[in-house]
């Protein structure tokens, strides 16, 4: 295989990545909404919630991007097939990070949380200051999962066109009878992104208050 194939499968890399990113952090910023959701113990708030994860989590993503990726469209909403990807990876991805997140605002002792209550803390400062630090730390592994589940998951968004590291595979195999080659390029720049991802995760959790270093 060529240098030449092999740069294109990297440049095709970065929409890889980049898709992957900003699903997991709008994934993350809805999974704090769901997980508050869920623990407010109010029906109100439970059930839809439930109903949201529920769905997610046991619809396949490639149908869900594929009615994604339709119904917006449907709804008046004319967007480009990059956004539908990241619309349907961010919604998945939510799903299963507000399940983490909520055992590990479940985790946190209460007896720090009353200690909290009674030196005056409000409870904006019992969340900044407890509450989010320990569930932060207890999920953060199962974080980092999520994220490489997502780097590998976002393989699929080929389905709604759009021409990421998967898809730019598919492409030069078929126009280069080099499937072989081309797969196993694809496949190593996977399991390097995925390597570093793992490794800064693990950084990152050694550096977090009270992780053994």
């Known amino acids: 295989m060529s240098i030449k194939l092999f740069e294109l499968l990297l440049y095709a890399s970065i929409y890889t990545v980049a898709i992957s990113v900003v699903s997991i952090l709008i994934g993350f910023a809805i999974a704090i909404l769901l997980s508050g959701m869920l623990l407010s113990k109010k029906g109100l708030f439970v059930v839809p919630a439930q109903i949201f994860i529920s769905f997610f989590r046991g619809v396949p993503l490639l149908v869900q991007l594929l009615l ?12 480009p097939s990059i956004v539908a990807a990241i619309v349907g990876l961010s919604l998945c991805t939510a799903a299963y990070q507000a399940e983490n997140m909520r055992g590990g605002f479940a985790s946190v002792p209460t007896g720090l949380v009353e200690s909290a209550e009674m030196v005056g803390l409000t409870p904006g400062q019992i969340f900044r200051r407890i509450k989010a630090p320990i569930a932060l730390r207890l999920t953060f592994p199962a974080l980092v ?18 021409i990421e590291l998967t898809r730019m595979a598919q492409d030069l195999a078929g126009s280069t009878f080099l499937p072989l080659q081309i797969f196993a390029a694809a496949g190593l720049i996977y399991l390097v992104i995925n390597w570093i991802v793992a490794l800064a995760g693990d950084l990152i959790e050694r550096s977090l208050p009270g992780v053994p270093r």
């Open 68 to 79: 994604i990726y339709n119904m917006l469209p449907a709804i008046g909403l004319n967007v």
């Open 145 to 162: 999962n999520e994220a490489i589940l997502i780097l590998k998951a976002s393989s699929l968004v080929s389905v709604v066109g759009v």
